[in-house]
């Protein structure tokens, strides 16, 4: 049986999950939001400590996709705090305690979202990466825009969401212009990644699940929206024809990693030349699978079922 750890409103989940069902194969949805209401999860010394999660103790595979906390309305906010804390980490240790095939091990995906440690090792492997300043020293920020001849962009370190009291946005990767960045650093530097504009030719999403590569590109340049951050507007993706050499270093970040499982996004440049941007250890694919119908699903599976998979590469549809 495969355990696909998730929440309720997951889109890939729910894709991989039809898939499962299509193909008759066993599951357990834990949706985490619902551990201690609607889903009882124990561990006894008695059974050596294998986790009962509703009544299913045996998983061949774990598709670790995404948590969620319990909603705790009506309860004292200092209580609230204690109990999501300790839920965190009931969920963080139990993840500890299921021997099965991973994609992938949740300490190791917590590890590689590291945006630092990504770009260090891809560095390492031999990746061409943008010029890049991670800092909270003013001068440092203001000499690198100089450096970069007004062409720098800024990311978030790790959360890309912002809490409002109207809601909540994404925070895109950002062009700024001379004018911004003294703004931004008139009060105490939010840190943050600045890198180079790198002129692109198009973007690519490149998935791995173990030694198995699935690459799909858009032409993120088509539209202004999109020029910067492609994920400001929904753009086909096709499958893309990636050069072996990538395909080998896109495999071994993901191992550096102690991955089985990366969604990479590259740039080609207007010249021919790749360039990495980040890996995200727990990305979304499904769209790419419904545009390109790359079989990304299926080799999930067959990798959590232990099936043998082999390397792939797709040409251009």
Known sequence: MILVVTHKSDFTADFLIQKLNERDIPYYRLNCEDIG??????????SGFAPVIDGQDKFSGVWFRRTKLPDLEGIDPYVEAYYLSEFQWFQRNLWNTIDARWISEPDYVYRAENKFLQLKTAQQIGFAIPPTL?????????KFYEDCE??????????????HKNGSQLIYTTKISNLELEKLLESIPLPSIY???????????????????????VNSQQSEMTKVDWRRERLPFTSYSLPQMLQD???EIVRALNLSFGAIDLIETPE???????????????WIEMDTGLPISDTIIDFLQNARIKQQAREIS
């Open 195 to 217: 890198q180079r504009y790198v002129e692109k030719k198009c973007e690519i999403r490149v998935t791995v699940i173990n030694d198995a590569v699935f690459a799909a590109s």
């Open 134 to 142: 991670i800092s909270t020293d003013i001068q440092e920020i203001s």
């Open 37 to 46: 209401t609607r889903t009882d999860v124990s561990l006894s010394s008695k």
């Open 150 to 163: 007004g062409q720098l962009i800024i990311k978030p370190i790790y959360n890309n969401r912002f809490e």
């Open 272 to 286: 021919g030349d790749y360039v990495f941007l980040e890996i995200n250890p727990n990305g979304q694919w499904a």
């Open 249 to 251: 270093k896109c495999v």
